[in-house]
């Protein structure tokens, strides 16, 4: 089973649209995770939840608007998509909160904005 | 300016050479982990390490974390062409983990 699933895979839209991408995990974390992936490959926190309870949120603009219905999911809904929303999306999951926490990762979600 | 310097950013050796990463700041951090990525995949972590001058080792990889928590170092003997993959440094700072670039690093049979 996978620990980290996120979906879908490969996302490719318009610019303007507004798209989603889901997150789950199975390993009973209490903490989850977005990441952004530049195409140099430069890894960025955007959003942090533990518990279902907002705790980081890295500068990110109001166009992204996290939600965690439970502590196993984490989605990422994304309103009028730009050109440099481009990027891999990848959710992670942490077993608590705490930087020395191991990070498990899911496959990533590639976006890409026509 | 990034917070965590990683060189080299692309590495191209034969199998069976060594090699080492480097992960560098000017900033103190409270753990520093180093994670594997492979394409299309996320990133996999390799080792944590929190206390300065924390030596780890998993197999043929040794890991460094620097006396005064500002740099770290990853080390592989006799590379092999699995050692192939993307390798990043992660610094906890404050509340959350900052990440290097990233070295990209090619092991040729």
């Known amino acids: 089973d996978t620990a980290v699933s996120q979906t879908p895979k490969y996302l490719v839209t318009q610019m303007g649209n507004d798209k989603s991408i889901k997150c789950e995990q199975n390993?009973?974390?209490?903490?989850m995770y977005w990441y952004k992936q530049d195409s140099k490959k430069f890894l960025k926190i955007m959003f942090s939840?533990?518990?279902?309870?907002?705790?980081i949120n890295e500068t990110v603009p109001n166009r992204f608007s996290p939600k965690s219905p439970d502590k196993a999911h984490l989605n990422l809904h994304i309103n009028s998509l730009e050109l440099g929303d481009s990027a891999v999306y990848f959710c992670a999951s942490s077993p608590y909160f705490g930087t020395n926490q191991p990070q498990h990762f899911g496959d990533g979600t590639r976006l890409s904005i026509l | 300016t990034q917070l965590l310097e990683q060189s080299p950013q692309f590495l191209s050796i034969q199998e069976g050479e060594n090699l080492t990463v480097y992960c560098n700041s000017s900033?103190?951090?409270?753990?520093l982990q180093w994670y594997r990525q492979e394409p299309g995949e996320g990133p996999v972590l390799l080792v944590t390490v929190v206390t300065g001058g924390e030596v780890k080792k998993l197999k043929r990889l040794t890991f460094q974390f620097g006396d005064a928590r500002k740099d770290s170092s990853l080390h592989i003997t006799a590379a092999q062409p699995g050692d192939t993959g993307l390798y990043l440094c992660a610094g906890g700072y404050g509340n959350k983990l900052v990440f290097g670039a990233g070295t990209i690093l090619r092991v040729k049979s």
């Open positions: 900033s103190v951090f409270s753990s």
């Open positions: 939840y533990n518990n279902k309870e907002l705790i």
């Open positions: 390993l009973g974390h209490d903490t």
